[in-house]
């Protein structure tokens, strides 16, 4: 009956800037753009990588997300990518700030990064774009469960 996820909607606090960053920085493609003339929506646009797709819509006044991480609802999007250290280094050259990894851990495979208008945490709220890193895990490298009193990891 479902197949799968067909996108997901993201409404930025800078939706030129987030659009830019998608595009030119991580290579997704723009495959729809158009106009909306119903406040507080001005335009959405579909963009692309691999069969993965996202819609962004550009409103008026966008509300401020909340800060706290552990918050209920959206926290982060993770890439699959074949290099880390690669894609680090080529993020650093375009400016992206890298927040976090790729951690010293044997057998890690991810970095959080900032992106244009993210959080400095990397913990970035669907209002910036964010993007983890990550390659498939090798057997046995695999976090292993929360372990503070709430359920977070330590």
């Not at 208008?117 to 970035?124: E, T, W």
Request: net charge positive; charged share 30%; glycine share 10%.
């Amino acid at each position: 009956m479902f197949k799968r996820i067909d996108h997901t909607e993201f409404v930025p606090a800078d939706f030129d800037k987030t659009l830019k960053f998608y595009t030119e920085i991580l290579g997704f493609e723009i495959t729809m753009r158009r106009k909306i003339e119903r406040p507080p929506m001005k335009e959405l646009v579909f963009i692309k990588l691999g069969d993965t797709m996202m819609e962004l819509f550009s409103v008026d006044n966008p509300l401020p997300a909340s800060r706290d991480p552990w918050r209920v609802g959206y926290r982060k999007i993770a890439l699959q990518v074949e290099n880390v250290p690669k894609v680090v280094e080529y993020l650093k050259g375009k400016g992206v700030e890298i927040v976090s990894g790729p951690p010293p851990a044997a057998g890690a495979s991810a970095a959080t990064c900032g992106g244009a208008a993210a959080s400095p945490v990397g913990r970035a709220p669907p209002h910036r774009p964010s993007a983890r890193l990550g390659s498939r895990r090798r057997p046995g490298s695999a976090r292993g469960p929360p372990s503070g009193r709430d359920g977070r990891r330590s």
